[in-house]
């Protein structure tokens, strides 16, 4: 009768023990889907951060497009009040200078605006990458707990059909009386 609880408790702390190793499996595999949102979500912010530089400098371009046209235009008035032709020789030459700069200073904003775009693009891919990792790394883990919790029955199994067997076995005969 002893042998039958021991084996009873056995087999119900590998039941105990393999619900635990299920559940804590399946923590981990909600803690990997959660990590893989946050990582989609910061995937997501990172696009929006790339399309806002990219329009940052789309208006800092165009200011400073206008700031340039507004230079040339002063650069023509202080050459006209002068009373130099603005449409020749180094009049000429110096408005299409100060054309020039104004158009490479553009340039060099929209670049940096792409450059900063890029950064923010390749830093979702990564978000996005990492998502995909954190969401295999809870699956496996909810294998692995599966697994886990299937050992831990099988181990208890063969523990308790032991302790029962042990029961069970013929108690042995008792030594004869010795003689004198």
């Known amino acids: 009768m002893c042998m039958t609880v021991a084996a009873i408790a ?14 804590a ?4 595999q909600k803690q990997g ?8 979500n910061n995937a997501i912010i990172a696009e929006q951060n ?18 340039g046209a507004a230079k040339i235009g002063r650069i023509r008035a202080a050459i006209g009040a002068s009373g130099v032709d603005v449409n020749t020789g180094s009049a ?5 200078s100060q054309a020039v700069q104004s158009s490479l200073d553009v340039e060099t904003i929209m670049h940096n605006a792409q450059l900063e775009a890029y950064g923010y693009r390749t830093q ?3 978000f996005e990458a990492q998502a995909i990792l954190d969401k295999a790394a809870g699956d496996e883990a909810k ?18 059909a032991a302790t029962w067997t042990k029961g069970q076995a013929p108690a042995p005969a008792p030594a004869p009386p010795s003689q004198q």
């Open 92 to 96: 000429a030459d110096v408005q299409e």
């Open 25 to 28: 499996g399946d923590a981990s």
């Open 50 to 67: 790339a399309d806002y530089a990219v329009r940052a400098g789309q208006a800092k371009a165009a200011q400073e497009s206008m700031q």
């Open 143 to 160: 294998s692995a707990g599966n697994i886990a919790a299937l050992g831990t029955l099988i181990g208890g199994a063969g523990s308790a």
């Open 33 to 40: 889907e959660f990590q893989a949102q946050v990582s989609r």
């Open 10 to 23: 056995v087999a119900a702390s590998a039941v105990v023990g393999a619900a635990g190793a299920a559940r």
């Open 124 to 126: 979702g891919k990564s």
